[in-house]
């Protein structure tokens, strides 16, 4: 079943602007992650943020998460049209061999030139 | 240099074929995993596999059958093949104590 909703379903920005994404989630994670998928192409991992971690960066990214309110969002900091992806909110449960993770629907961000 | 790799990319078949779909990691990592991406993008598990063992099997219909030989390959082979099987089916590969997966370029099945 489908755990992570991202919000807004589309973005489209100006080159140099910021984007935020938000997804929020129902049941308890031990993560969640963010990756990025080009048209055609397959998913490559952006970010990871622990159950116990409020906020992390990496390069222009920056991902908050609010265990409380399930929800978490994914800052895209002077964007540019390389960045022009759809992005997934996933999140992360393990327990032993059992490791899955449950896509939300994707966000599409355009960024114009 | 490839670290998940998938073999065919396009997959075109007539309704009612078998077709097989190779999947292969150099990772080293103890977990693969099938996903389905339907033409909406959404993406969902099918099964994954860890040191060859099956550990999740979504309901998944019994003509899908995985195949992992060794922990670096997880195959797919898909029987009597129906319109609504076609996707993009990504694999993916990751170690089970650490949620993050590196997946492959994807396999694009159209089934006509």
């Known amino acids: 079943s489908q755990q992570g909703e991202e919000d807004p379903q589309a973005l489209s920005i100006q080159e140099g602007e910021n984007a935020t994404m938000n997804c929020s989630y129902k049941?308890?994670?031990?993560?969640l992650q963010w990756y990025r998928q080009n048209s055609g192409r397959g998913l490559v991992h952006l970010i990871l943020i622990r159950s116990n971690e409020r906020e992390k960066h990496s390069g222009r990214l920056r991902v908050t998460l609010d265990t409380s309110k399930k929800s978490s969002s994914l800052l895209i900091t002077a964007s540019r049209a390389a960045d022009t992806a759809s992005y997934f909110c996933a999140t992360g449960t393990y327990t032993g061999a059992n490791s899955k993770l449950t896509f939300g629907k994707g966000i599409t961000l355009s960024v114009r030139p | 240099d490839t670290a998940v790799s998938q073999t065919p990319k396009y997959l075109v078949t007539q309704m009612g074929n078998d077709k097989s779909i190779k999947c292969e990691q150099n990772l080293g990592h103890d977990t693969m995993y099938w996903y389905k991406q339907d033409s909406k993008k959404f993406l969902k598990i099918m099964f994954s596999?860890?040191?060859?063992?099956?550990?999740i099997n979504e309901t998944v219909p019994n003509r899908f059958s995985p195949k992992s030989p060794d922990k670096a390959h997880l195959n797919l082979h898909i029987n009597s093949l129906e319109l609504g099987d076609s996707a993009v089916y990504f694999c993916?590969?990751?170690?089970?104590?650490?949620?993050?997966?590196?997946f492959g370029p994807g396999t694009r099945l159209t089934v006509l």
């Open positions: 049941t308890s994670i031990n993560n």
């Open positions: 993916a590969s990751g170690r089970a104590a650490n949620n993050e997966q590196f």
């Open positions: 596999y860890n040191n060859k063992e099956l550990i």
